[in-house]
DNA sequence: CGGTAACCTGGGAT
DNA sequence: AATCCCAGGTTAC
């Protein structure tokens, strides 16, 4: 039950509510839609699930009245960020919903919320830095700011029909440049697993770093060192509920920590060519091809990687390679949709991956028009389409996740 | 080299 | 209630 708990083995000597009190596992979460990537801030308070009566400020009060004075401006359209679509689909566990189209977490040492303001553009806020001008150089660099997704966007449009069709109702979903380390240990956890335990395993390990502060009921760290990481033992992992992670977790932390700077050797990575970087990541223990490829677009520069799963295998049989409909995904295959993905889309394939594979979110779908959305899994063959359409009017049905 | 069976866990479906 | 299936897979035969 409490299997996730980190108050375990922290050395916080306040235990206080780690319990994650508001892990959506309930399918009641209205908030969570967003019809647009720009809705309306109607109400500014934080989404309570339960009313407590406690106001929940943390430690830093940054709801006082003079509060929207430091709120600034990134200088990014709505075309080239979309929060929604970028932070809650699966690049990164580490930030949270801190309020309607509002997410905070942290960049290097930074405590840092993002929200949308009224016209759709992007606005930050600093709850903890040393210097703001480091934050914003940070957050830059951490939304991989100098790619234009417009330009990216334009160019597969002209090769894919669909997904100049997908990118209207998709708009801003970018591919973040996370810290490699931090990009790792996350994806280790992923292997055969879902997000909302992805999220909580992580959350268990980040509790090892630097407390930065709390937003909503969030407790913000660093994200610990491979030195502070090396103090988990695989039987703490274990216990706290990994499963068979555990060993992978510390058999990479133990591989990171016999070089002189497993930190650096893993940046080094952002040097080599795609292949190079794949390789030397599946030397890691847990690490095969798909979480290799992860962390290679989500936080090596490499641009072009294509994480294949179970979602874009569906998608590339449907779309791109008709002709491998009905096989079962293994590493060769694999690595051919990827050099599928490659030749259609060019070297910043991985980005076009990731917006088809939001389009393929259940959480996601309900922004799409019916007929853009991909018939679901592989149990029913039968399609029954015919009768989805009950309400007539566009389908904002439950499908929470 | 290609195919298969374990591997941990929890939530939802049957 | 018991069981199966699935979740952005990897590893060992």
């Known amino acids: 039950m409490h299997s996730l708990s980190l108050a375990t083995v922290m050395k916080r000597t306040r235990s206080a509510s780690c319990k994650s009190p508001s892990l959506p ?20 308070s934080i989404c309570y699930r339960s009313r407590k009566p406690k106001p929940i400020l943390g430690s830093l009060n940054e709801s006082s009245k003079s509060d929207h004075a430091k709120w600034v401006p990134l200088n990014l359209a ?10 809650p689909t699966g690049q990164t566990f580490r ?4 309020g309607p189209s509002q997410y905070t977490g942290v960049v290097g040492s930074h405590l840092i919320s993002l929200k949308h303001i009224e016209n759709g553009d992007v606005c930050y806020y600093l709850h903890h830095t040393d210097s703001e001008i480091d934050a914003r150089t940070a957050l830059l660099d951490f939304l991989n700011a100098r790619v234009s997704l417009t330009d990216v966007w334009k160019e597969f449009s002209a090769s894919d029909a669909r997904f100049a069709e997908l990118a209207c109702y998709l708009g801003g979903a ?19 697993n879902n997000i909302q335990r992805i999220t909580k395993m992580v959350d268990y390990i980040s509790s090892l770093g630097n407390y930065l502060g709390t937003v909503g009921d969030f407790k913000f760290h660093t994200f610990p060192s491979v ?13 706290a509920g990994f499963g068979y992670r555990a060993k992978y977790i510390t058999g990479t932390v133990n591989f990171l920590r016999a070089k002189p700077d497993g930190e650096e050797w893993l940046k080094s990575l952002r040097m080599l060519d795609l292949q190079e970087a794949i390789d030397a990541l599946c030397t890691l223990p847990g690490v095969g091809p ?16 294509i994480p294949v799963d179970t979602h874009v295998w569906r998608i590339a049989t449907k779309y791109l390679l008709p002709e491998l409909a009905g096989s079962r995904l293994t590493p060769k295959l ?15 394939a991985g ?24 018939v679901e899994q592989s149990k029913h063959t039968v399609e029954e389409d015919s009768e989805t359409e009950i309400g007539g009017r566009e389908t904002t049905s439950v499908f929470q996740s």
């Not at 309930?26 to 109607?42: E, G, I, M």
């Open 227 to 239: 030195e502070k990481l090396s103090l988990i033992s695989e039987e703490e992992l274990r216990n």
């Open 351 to 374: 980005w076009a991956q990731t917006l088809l594979f939001i389009a393929e979110l259940p959480s996601q779908k309900a922004l799409l028009p019916p007929q853009l959305r991909t």
């Open 25 to 44: 596992s309930t399918p009641l979460s209205p908030q969570t839609r967003h019809k647009t990537c720009c809705s309306k801030p109607t109400s500014v």
């Open 334 to 348: 694999s690595s051919r949709v990827a050099e599928a993905f490659v030749s259609k889309y060019g070297k910043y």
């Open 95 to 98: 930030w949270r919903k801190t």
């Open 290 to 305: 798909k979480v290799a490829a992860c962390i290679a677009l989500f936080s090596l520069d490499q641009h072009h990687a």
């Open 174 to 192: 970018r591919v973040l440049r996370q810290d490699p380390l931090e990009c790792l240990i996350q994806f280790l956890c992923s292997s055969n």
């Open 78 to 87: 709505p075309q080239e960020l979309c929060l929604p679509l970028t932070f």
